[in-house]
């Protein structure tokens, strides 16, 4: 079988890849999406189980202060009105996220902000003078022992497999602190979850798109220039250039989903486990992200993982060393002009959803004009 020949060769097809893929058809652009999971949607995919739309990958919702990309993914999806509002559980406490009134009168009996204030003052007091080396030091320099170990320590270091002592300060640059009763996790304009789920949506930005899964780009395409001009690139960058410039680490998850004969477990979307002997960082139960009323649930807990060749890469671990490698690797990305980078893993950079589909469009505007 003769392949025919392609504008662009889109490996992933996550929100990057079908994003750009999109403009480009628009464009009149052919294109050929591969991607390796038997899936669209990258880590935004979702599958039904019980009527419930299930985040397979961990929680997904969408927030944006940016109208034209709210207006963007509002062609392709019907959003619900979901509003993020995770709760913490250290033992048998329970605390609101982000940090709030609410959060300091339960941790401190404080009513008004000038109280809740006023004890940050004093727990911060004796960290005034130093120049934060790591992220305990910056915490403890922010708002002092109590938060730092009832709601950060633990969580911290479950999540990034490290001593927070050993964590670069910068992961922690500020803490969003609020003196209301405001649960609201994000203090974006626009803020939701497809009602039919984000697989439904990917569906849709990829309309009249050829794509092929289960197909991997160094097994079938990685000479690509028998099948394409160009070639855009979600996937791992250091991969890409098959590690010649070193290794990047990253940090993995490892789900554990189950069905519930009961019709609510924990009556929140989110919940996160911030003390230091429950191995999971959080159980999210699905129902809950879209008003499902019935008499089963569907809940997921999430484990942390240090990231192994063969596993799902998740986040990019932003510290000096893996700074310095992918400066290497991206100015070698720049010579290549034959090949787009973009997505997390493309860029080695965490970007959110917003942030994702919005870089795609400036670097679909860049290759293609308008």
């Known amino acids: 079988m003769v392949e025919k020949m392609y504008d662009y060769l889109i490996v992933g097809a996550g929100l990057y890849g079908s994003v750009f893929a999109h403009e480009a058809k628009k464009r009149g652009k052919s294109c050929l999406v591969i991607d390796k999971r038997p899936h669209i949607g990258g880590n935004c995919y979702t599958e039904r189980i019980e009527d419930i ?82 992220l305990e030091e910056q915490v403890l320099y922010l708002v002092g022992e109590d938060i730092y170990e009832v709601l950060i320590k633990s969580y911290t270091e479950k999540q990034w497999g490290r001593k927070c002592y050993e964590l670069p300060p910068f992961i922690i640059q500020r803490l969003p602190i609020r003196f209301t009763y405001n649960n609201n996790y994000y203090d974006d304009s626009y803020q939701g979850i497809p009602i039919n789920g984000y697989t439904d949506m990917i569906k849709n930005i990829l309309v009249g798109i050829e794509v092929r899964l289960n197909t991997n780009f160094f097994e079938e395409y990685k000479n690509f220039r028998k099948y394409a001009n160009k070639l855009v690139w979600t996937g791992m960058i250091d991969e890409y250039y098959s590690y010649k410039f070193g290794r990047l680490q ?20 989110v919940v996160n486990y ?52 992918y400066n290497e690797i991206e100015k070698q990305a720049k010579k290549d002009t034959d090949v787009i980078f ?29």
């Open 53 to 134: 739309e299930i985040h397979v990958y961990g929680a997904h919702i969408f927030h944006t202060s940016d109208k034209d990309i709210w207006d963007y993914v509002n062609q392709f999806a019907r959003f619900n009105r979901f509003i993020n509002s995770p709760i913490a559980k250290y033992h048998d406490r329970i605390f609101n996220l982000p940090l709030n009134m609410n959060t300091f009168n339960e941790l401190w009996g404080t009513v008004t902000p000038e109280q809740a204030k006023q004890k940050i003052k004093e727990q911060t007091e004796k960290y005034k003078d130093i120049k934060p080396t790591n």
């Open 274 to 325: 911030t003390d230091s002997y429950t191995p999971f960082t959080r159980i999210i139960e699905h129902k809950h992200f879209n008003f499902v009323e019935q008499e089963t649930t569907v809940i997921t807990r999430e484990y942390p993982l240090e990231w192994n060749y063969g596993e799902e890469p998740y986040y990019p671990i932003n510290d000096e060393k893996n700074n310095l490698i």
């Open 250 to 269: 990253y940090r993995s998850l490892r789900f554990q989903t189950e069905k519930l004969n009961i019709d609510n477990f924990q009556g929140n979307a």
């Open 342 to 370: 973009g997505g997390r893993l493309g860029n080695y950079k965490y970007y959110d959803m917003d942030k994702v589909i919005r870089k795609s469009l400036d670097d679909a505007k860049k290759e293609l004009g308008k």
